[in-house]
Structures are given as structure tokens and as C-alpha cells.
């Protein structure tokens, strides 16, 4: 069975008198893709900023890999984070923007060429290295900022809305490479969505109930009735 990477321990997040994530204990598996579901404002994306290390937790414990890292600022975490603004750079072009933490840290150019050449085949982006940001559609952009959070074979990949700017096939497109094992072998991947496509996908769902954030067990494709009355609430 696969051993748990990622635990969330009583977690909580408060803003001022506003508490955005309330308790929340979860067991992320290796290799899992999983998505927190749900409505704006439920805390998702306080969770997944929390995992990242961008925001610090009021209470509890966060582990990734068996390692307490709460207090670990975000470049001491083995977590990429592909931002749902891609946050790519607009005058480089792909190649450039993939390898560009690599460079900063200063890898060796074949090792670069390398990764980026691997990372690039995984998102199927083969033949678009010299292309510029502007001169991709969002799902191509997509694509590149994926490739960027894969060529640094972290342990853990972190989507916000990946498909929020999407058309339908693209999303669609997008979902299915997020939820192929073979483009990121042995990592977990959490995703945080509002889009009810990801049942289709997901290894495991964590939705909104009553105010916190509960794991539904499940292998894709998830159709547990009460699941999904409580998630058409907000579909």
C-alpha cells in the first residue's frame, strides 16, 4: 500500500476573528491525486497555501514525508506550486521559463537541457522550447507552468484552479494530464478547484461539510450520492 506523504494535523487558520480552516486533519497518500473541492471561501486555497508554507497556520502540524515542516518557509519545502496566474515570464520563452529555477540554482547546463527537454515531453510540449508566452493558448500556458514545477522532481506538486481559465476540452485535457501517474511518477499532487469534472479524475476528494474540510475516501471515478448532493450546492 502506499505510505502516507502528506499529513495535516488539527490544522487551523484564523484571520482575526474569521477562522478559514478549522481543524482540519488529513493523510495524503504517495503518488495520490487529490483535490479539495468547493466553494469560494471554504478554505481551500488557505489550505493549500499552508501546505506550500506561503501562510503560516494558527494551530496544528503539517508533514510532508514524515518531516514536521510548519515552520519551513516555502524553498526549504521538497513542494512546487503551480499559481493559477501560471506566473510565467513573458519575455522568455519555454524553454527559458522551465528552466529557469535550475539555472538560479545553478545545475549544470546538460542537466538543464536535460530536465527541461523531459519535463517539456511529459506535458507533451515537444517542438514549443522557443515559444513565448504571449504566443500560447492558456491550456499551452498551462502546460509550461506545470513543466516548471516538474523539472524539479519535487515530492509534492500544488495546482490552484488549474482549469479556472479554461475552455471545457482544454480543462478537460488539462485534468487528464494531472491525473496521469506517469507525468509525475511516485509524487502526490493536490489540487484546489471549484470544477466537479475532477470526481472523474481524482484518487481522493476532500469537499466542504458544515463549515470544515472532510477526506472522502475514494478511486476515481468518485459517484458517492451523498458526496455529490453535497457538492451540487455549489456546482
Do not use: W
Amino acid at each position: 500500500m502506499p505510505e502516507v506523504d502528506i499529513r495535516l494535523d488539527r490544522v487551523t487558520k484564523a484571520f482575526g476573528d474569521t477562522i478559514a480552516v478549522d481543524d482540519l486533519s488529513l493523510d495524503i497518500e504517495e503518488g495520490e491525486f487529490f483535490s479539495m473541492l468547493g466553494p469560494s471561501g471554504c478554505g481551500k486555497t488557505t489550505t493549500l497555501r499552508m501546505i506550500g508554507g506561503f501562510d503560516d497556520p494558527t494551530r496544528g502540524t503539517i508533514f510532508l514525508g514524515g518531516r514536521d515542516v510548519t515552520d519551513l518557509p516555502p524553498y526549504r519545502r521538497d513542494v512546487n506550486t503551480v499559481f493559477q496566474s501560471y506566473a510565467l515570464f513573458p519575455h522568455f520563452n519555454v524553454f527559458e521559463n522551465v528552466a529557469f529555477g535550475l539555472r538560479r540554482r545553478k545545475v549544470d547546463r546538460s542537466e538543464i537541457e536535460r530536465r527541461v527537454k523531459e519535463s517539456l515531453e511529459l506535458v507533451d510540449l515537444v517542438g514549443f522550447d522557443r515559444r513565448k508566452p504571449g504566443q500560447m493558448s492558456g491550456g499551452q500556458q498551462q502546460r509550461v507552468a506545470l513543466a516548471r514545477a516538474l523539472v524539479h522532481e519535487p515530492r509534492l506538486i500544488l495546482c490552484d484552479e488549474p482549469t479556472a481559465a479554461l475552455d471545457h476540452a482544454t480543462g478537460e485535457a488539462v485534468m487528464e494530464l494531472l491525473a496521469d501517474n506517469a507525468v509525475h511518477p511516485g509524487r502526490a499532487v493536490i489540487v484546489v478547484t471549484h470544477d466537479t469534472r475532477v470526481f472523474h479524475y481524482a484518487d481522493a476528494i476532500s469537499h466542504r461539510d458544515d463549515g470544515r474540510i472532510v477526506k472522502t475516501e475514494s478511486r476515481r471515478p468518485i459517484t458517492t450520492p451523498e458526496v455529490l448532493d453535497r457538492v451540487a450546492t455549489f456546482a
